[in-house]
């Protein structure tokens, strides 16, 4: 029987590759199967049978949540914008203590190989804010460089999947400008999909070597590990809190009814993370407690 909840899982993370401003892998770390996402994609081929039970109902998901913004809710989202970032916002506050705790990182007795990767995320994470959209990099399939062009910007777009704090979308915006992102978004929508061929290839190929990645940070080096993706997670707010100061000049009321929105989403799932993490048993199959090669 496919499990409700990795469906679930599924839309959210699908939904945040597609648009820009939130990474899937964001999404999978607020929602606590980061680790085993990581997991089951750098040992996908060793260990199917085993992971095909998280695995087909994710996918069932993904496929759903990117059917769903491709056909109305990046209109949606686009109309209530300001709310929907701050929503964001909220859920990325409220997930922080969980991620905290789950680090084993003691704040009193910080060493270099927490604040280095936590600065260093955060850093990243304001450069990439800073740097704007509008990049050059044309898209499509008319001339072998557009095509070596999406195999490159679908590798480079992978970091969303699998890092925290970085969306995929945010980058297609940064190399591309607001024409990559719309050509992809079209050639969904006309469900033109060997037009995306080249960037699928060049996503699939930076996600199973960033899974590996990934997972080998973690086994080795946990601590920096997620310093770095707090970092990040913390430090990609900075770029959605200008909109909030907008809002607030030019109407009061909306601007508290974002802030609102925040706190909500903020109090919702750090009570769900809470006692989600209460209620789990001690050893959960997760990556760091996995040393079998």
Excluded at 107 to 129: E, R, T, Y
Excluded at 151 to 164: E, L, Q, T
Excluded at 165 to 179: N, P, W
Aim: proline content about 4%; overall charge positive.
């Amino acid at each position: 029987m496919l499990s409700i909840k990795f469906i679930i899982f599924g839309i959210l993370y699908s939904i945040a590759l597609v648009l820009p401003g939130f990474g899937g892998a964001t999404v999978a770390m607020v929602c606590g199967f980061y680790e085993r996402l990581i997991q089951c994609v750098g040992r996908l081929v060793r260990d199917f049978k085993k992971n095909l039970p998280f695995l087909f109902p994710f996918v069932i998901g993904m496929i759903i949540g990117i059917v769903l913004t491709v056909l109305g809710l990046n209109y949606i989202i686009t109309n209530y914008e300001i709310i929907f970032t701050f929503g964001i916002v909220g859920l990325i506050i409220g997930s922080v203590p969980s991620i905290y705790k789950k680090s084993k990182i003691n704040f009193s007795k910080l060493k270099g190989s927490h604040v280095i990767p936590f600065c260093l995320a955060g850093l990243a994470m304001v450069i990439l804010a800073v740097s704007g959209v509008g990049g050059s990099i044309e898209l499509g399939v008319s001339t072998p460089l557009q095509v070596i062009n999406q195999i490159w910007i679908g590798f480079v777009s992978s970091v969303g999947p699998m890092i925290p704090g970085i969306s995929g979308g945010t980058l297609v915006m940064v190399f591309c400008g607001a024409e990559g992102y719309a050509y992809i978004m079209g050639t969904l929508r006309a469900l033109q999909l060997l037009d995306l061929l080249p960037y699928v290839v060049g996503a699939l190929l930076g996600v199973s070597m960033l899974a590996k990645f990934m997972k080998m940070c973690f086994a080795r080096f946990p601590d920096a590990t997620y310093s770095a993706i707090l970092g990040a997670m913390i430090f990609s707010i900075v770029p959605m809190l200008d909109p909030l100061y907008v809002e607030m000049n030019k109407s009061l009321m909306h601007g508290l009814m974002c802030a609102i929105v925040c706190l909500a989403c903020a109090v919702t799932v750090y009570v769900l993370l809470y006692y989600a993490n209460k209620n789990k048993p001690a050893n959960n199959g997760s990556i760091l407690t996995d040393k079998s090669e």
